[in-house]
C-alpha cells in the first residue's frame, strides 16, 4: 500500500514543542515520519501529496467531554450524526458521557455504543461508563468490567458524585485499574434551585443564582479524598478561580489531579445570559469576568490540562422557554477550535498551548495513541488555516442541534480537512462545493 | 393637583418604547412623563364620570398565569376606563408547567390581533419571552422575581402627591423579602434613577448578591435601617416563592423585622409607611401602623394604581383624544 505526503504544511505538534515548516508522511493509517527535515522529494513516485499551501497540520482534536443522543435521545443526536459533526469540527477523537437513556452502566450498553460508533466510522469514538448504576450517586457501576470492556474514564455525567463515602470507594477502587473517576464539580445543595452565577446580573434578572463557591468545594473535598486514595481524579469543566487555585495547588502536591474546561468558560462571561438568552444558560454558569480570565490563565499555565466541547445537543424546544425552565447546554464541537482560536489571536494562548490543551494534553490523560505528529502515532491529522475570515453559522451545524451562543459570531480560522487513520473524513472544500478561480490546494 | 394643573399639553408620543416590560433601562425623563400622566388620571378617576374613550376599538387581553387579585382588577378598571375591549385570561399555573404552552398560548393570542396584553407570569423573563412572539404592546404586570413596573411607578406617584415634591433626595428604606420580591427590584430602579437614597432592610438571607453594587445600601437591623428613613417600604414575605428555609419562624421574624411603633421610632417623625399588598399582618406588619392614616399610604396606593395602569396603556397604545380635553 501506498502512503501520503503532507508537505508545505506549518506542523504543530505540542508533544516536541514543534511549530515548523515541514512535511509529514503516512502510511497505513499511522505517521511514518515528520518534521522540518523530511525530504519530500526522497518519496516513491506513487504516493499521494497533499500540497497543505502552508496552512497548519496539527493532530486531530481530542474532545474528552461530548453528549450524545443515542441510544434513547435519538431526536437530539445519533453517533452518526454527532460523528459528522466531529469531523467538521477536527475531532478525531471523542469521548461520549453515559448519561443517555438507558444510561451506560453496564458492559452490554458500552458495547452497544462502540459498535453503532463503530458501524458509522467516521472517527474514533470511546466512551465512559457510569460511575454509579444508574448514576444514581449510591452503589458503584463494575468499574472492573467496564474498564476491561473500553470505558476510558468513569463519570455520573452532568450529576456531581455528592456522597463523600462513594466518591471515597470510587477512587479507591479503581487505583486496581489506574481507572480514572471523573467529577462534574458542584455541591447540589448550593446550587438549589440556581439557574446562573450569582451576583448582580443575577438579581437584576430575578433569577436564582448559583454561588462560585459551590464547584470549588466539591473539588476541595475530592482532593482530600485523592490524597486518602491516590485515585486518579478528573474535575470536568472548571470554570472559577478559585477552583483553578485549587486544581494548581493539588498538582503541586503531585496528587493525580487533571481537569478541564470548555470554550465557553473562556469566551463567554455570565453576561452572555443578559436578555434571558436560554442559549448560554449552561451548567455549571457562566461566570464572571474575573473567573473567565482566570480560565483562561489557567489553560496557558498548564492547570487546566484540556479543552472539551461539553458538546450538548439541546432542540429548540427545550431552549425557547422562560430562563428557569429551559434545558442547559451548548452544542460545542463545531466550535472548539475557532472559539480556541479566538484566544489565541487576542494573545490570551500560544498557538501551542492551544493546540496541546485540544490534543496532546487530553490523550495523556484519556490514555489515547494520539494527540501527537510523532512517528508511531495514528494519523489522526487536522489541516487548518488560523487566519481566514468568517461567521459562525449555527444553521450549517451537522450536529441535529443548534443550539450554539455563538450563532452569528465574527471568527477567524476555519478547519481545512480532519483526517483519521489516513483517510479524509472531512474536507471543507468538498463541503463548500468547488469555488472556481480558487485555487486548489489542501 | 388637578387635571387643569396642565396647561401644556403632555405630547402624544408620551413614551418611546413599545412595551413596557420593567423599569430598568428606561431614563428620568420617560418615568416622569408616566408619573405626569398618572397625576391626570388620579384626578380624573376622582371625577363622578370617569369613563374616557382614549382606548376606544382597542382589545385589551390581560393574561395572568399567576394568581393575582388586586393587580388584574386594577389592569381591568384601567382598560375599561379608556374604553378598551378588555378580556381576562386566567390560566393556572399547573396547565403552564410545559413552557411551550407559553408561547403557544402567545401565538394564539396573537392571532387574535389584541392591541395590549397584560400579563403576569411566576417565571423571571417570561414576559420579554412572550413580548419577542407577539405583534401587539406588552405590559410586564410582575414576571417572577424580576419586575413589577407599574407597581413602582404607582409607588412613585403616591409618594410624590402625599410630600407635593419629587422622589429626589429621599431616603427610602426597603424592608423585608427583597430575595424574592420583583417589587422591590422594579423600585430600586426607579427610586435611584429618581435620586433617592436607598436602603435594604432584612437578614442578609432575604437580600440577594450582588444588591450593595445596584447603589443600595445594606442593613441587618430595623434599628439602623429606619434611622432618619422618610419611606419605608415593607415587603410580603413570600414563602409561596421560597425554596427551603430562609428565617427560622414567623414569630422570630416578626419580631426583628415586623414593622410596629416601636420599631417605627427610629425613622423620620414624619416617615411615611407603603406596602404593595397584601399584607400579611402581623409578619412583617402591626395593623396599627398599617391602618394608621397619617402614616399609612397603603390605600392610596390601590387608588393610584388605577390611574397609572390607565397612563401606561394610554402611553402605549392610546388614540390622540387626551384625557383632559374631555374635562377642560
Given at each position: 500500500m501506498t502512503g501520503t505526503v503532507y508537505k508545505n504544511a506549518r506542523l504543530l505538534d505540542p508533544e516536541n514543542s514543534m511549530d515548523a515548516t515541514g512535511a509529514l508522511l503516512v502510511k497505513d493509517g499511522y505517521i511514518v515520519d515528520s518534521g522540518p527535515h523530511v525530504f519530500v522529494d526522497a518519496v516513491q513516485d506513487d504516493w499521494e501529496v497533499v500540497d497543505c499551501g502552508g496552512k497548519c497540520l496539527a493532530p486531530g482534536l481530542i474532545d474528552m467531554r461530548v453528549t450524545t443522543g443515542?441510544?434513547?435521545n435519538e431526536h437530539l443526536e445519533t453517533l452518526a450524526t454527532v460523528s459528522q459533526a466531529a469531523a467538521a469540527g477536527g475531532v478525531t477523537n471523542m469521548v461520549c458521557l453515559p448519561n443517555t437513556y438507558p444510561v451506560v452502566d453496564d458492559v452490554a450498553l458500552l458495547e452497544f455504543v462502540e459498535r453503532r460508533a463503530a458501524e458509522v466510522g467516521l472517527i474514533s469514538v470511546h466512551s465512559y461508563a457510569a460511575a454509579t448504576k444508574g448514576t444514581r450517586g449510591e452503589e458503584m457501576s463494575e468499574v472492573g468490567l467496564l474498564h476491561e470492556a473500553g470505558a476510558l474514564g468513569f463519570t455520573d455525567g452532568s450529576k456531581a458524585i455528592s456522597n463523600a463515602m462513594v466518591m471515597r470507594r470510587l477512587l479507591s477502587y479503581a487505583t486496581v485499574f489506574d481507572a480514572l473517576i471523573i467529577q462534574h464539580p458542584e455541591v447540589r445543595e448550593l446550587v438549589g434551585s440556581g439557574v446562573m452565577s450569582e451576583g448582580e446580573t443575577a438579581t437584576r434578572l430575578g433569577l436564582t443564582g448559583i454561588p462560585a463557591a459551590a464547584e470549588v468545594m466539591m473539588i476541595e473535598r475530592d482532593i482530600r479524598l485523592v490524597e486518602i486514595t491516590h485515585g486518579r481524579y478528573h474535575a470536568s469543566r472548571v470554570t472559577t478561580a478559585q477552583s483553578v487555585e485549587a486544581i494548581a495547588e493539588a498538582k503541586a502536591a503531585g496528587l493525580p489531579v487533571t481537569c478541564d474546561t470548555a470554550p465557553h468558560y473562556f469566551a463567554l462571561n455570565?453576561?452572555?445570559?443578559?436578555?434571558?438568552?436560554?442559549?448560554?444558560?449552561v451548567s455549571p454558569p457562566l461566570r464572571t469576568e474575573e473567573d473567565r480570565r482566570a480560565v483562561l490563565a489557567g489553560i496557558a499555565d498548564g492547570t487546566i490540562d484540556a479543552i472539551a466541547s461539553d458538546h450538548t445537543p439541546r432542540d429548540q424546544d427545550s431552549k425557547r422557554l422562560p430562563f428557569d425552565q429551559a434545558a442547559h447546554g451548548v452544542v460545542g464541537l463545531e466550535t472548539m477550535l475557532t472559539i480556541t482560536l479566538e484566544a489565541v489571536h487576542n494573545g490570551g494562548l500560544t498557538m501551542l498551548d492551544a493546540i496541546a490543551a485540544l490534543t496532546q494534553r487530553p490523550a495523556r490523560i484519556l490514555g489515547l495513541n494520539a494527540g501527537t505528529l510523532a512517528k508511531g502515532a495514528a494519523a489522526d491529522l487536522l489541516i487548518f488555516d488560523p487566519d481566514i475570515a468568517s461567521q459562525i453559522d449555527a444553521a450549517k451545524f451537522q450536529s441535529k442541534c443548534k443550539n450554539s451562543p455563538f450563532d452569528g459570531k465574527p471568527i477567524q480560522g476555519r478547519v481545512l480537512k480532519t483526517i483519521r487513520r489516513g483517510k479524509t473524513v472531512f474536507n471543507h472544500n468538498a463541503e463548500e462545493g468547488p469555488h472556481p478561480g480558487r485555487s486548489a490546494h489542501a | 393637583m388637578t387635571i387643569n394643573q396642565y396647561s401644556e399639553p403632555i405630547p402624544k408620543t408620551v413614551f418611546r418604547f413599545r412595551h413596557l416590560l420593567g423599569i430598568e433601562g428606561l431614563l428620568r425623563d420617560d418615568i416622569e412623563r408616566l408619573l405626569d400622566l398618572s397625576d391626570v388620571y388620579v384626578g380624573a378617576n376622582?371625577?363622578?364620570?370617569?369613563?374616557?374613550?382614549?382606548?376606544?376599538?382597542r382589545t385589551q387581553i390581560n393574561l395572568f398565569f399567576e394568581n393575582s387579585t388586586r393587580t388584574r382588577t386594577s389592569f381591568e378598571l384601567a382598560g375599561k376606563r379608556l374604553g378598551a375591549d378588555v378580556i381576562n385570561m386566567s390560566v393556572g399555573t399547573s396547565s403552564i408547567k410545559k413552557g411551550e404552552t407559553l408561547i403557544d398560548t402567545a401565538m394564539t393570542l396573537n392571532a387574535m390581533h389584541p392591541d395590549v396584553l397584560v400579563v403576569r407570569h411566576p417565571d423571571s423573563g417570561s414576559v420579554h419571552l412572550l413580548a419577542e412572539k407577539v405583534n401587539c404592546s406588552v405590559i410586564n404586570a410582575g414576571d417572577g422575581t424580576h419586575e413589577h413596573p407599574t407597581q413602582a411607578l404607582l409607588d412613585a406617584v403616591t409618594i410624590r402627591r402625599r410630600l407635593g415634591h419629587g422622589l429626589e433626595g429621599l431616603t427610602v428604606a426597603i424592608c423585608?423579602?427583597?430575595?424574592?420580591s420583583r417589587v422591590a427590584r422594579s423600585n430600586i430602579h426607579l427610586l435611584s434613577i429618581m435620586g433617592a437614597r436607598l436602603r435594604a432592610v432584612a437578614p442578609p438571607t432575604l437580600i440577594p448578591a450582588g444588591l450593595d453594587r445596584m447603589g443600595v445600601e445594606l442593613h441587618y437591623d430595623m434599628e439602623t435601617g429606619l434611622k432618619d428613613a422618610d419611606i419605608i417600604m415593607m415587603l410580603r414575605l413570600q414563602t409561596e416563592r421560597m425554596k427551603g428555609s430562609y428565617v427560622p419562624s414567623i414569630r422570630e421574624y416578626y419580631r426583628l423585622y415586623g414593622l410596629d411603633n416601636d420599631k417605627l421610632k427610629?425613622?423620620?417623625?414624619?416617615a411615611l409607611i407603603m406596602h404593595p399588598g397584601p399584607m400579611n399582618r402581623g409578619v412583617e406588619i402591626d395593623s396599627e401602623v398599617a391602618d394608621d392614616i397619617d402614616r399609612s399610604l397603603i390605600r392610596e396606593q390601590v387608588e393610584v394604581g388605577v390611574a397609572v395602569r390607565m397612563a401606561c396603556l394610554e402611553a402605549l397604545v392610546g388614540t390622540q383624544s387626551q384625557p383632559w380635553a374631555k374635562n377642560n
Open positions: 443515542e441510544p434513547g455570565e453576561g452572555a445570559v443578559n436578555d434571558y438568552r436560554t442559549f448560554a444558560k | 376622582r371625577q363622578s364620570d370617569k369613563k374616557h374613550s382614549n382606548l376606544r376599538g423585608g423579602d427583597i430575595a424574592h427610629a425613622a423620620n417623625p414624619n
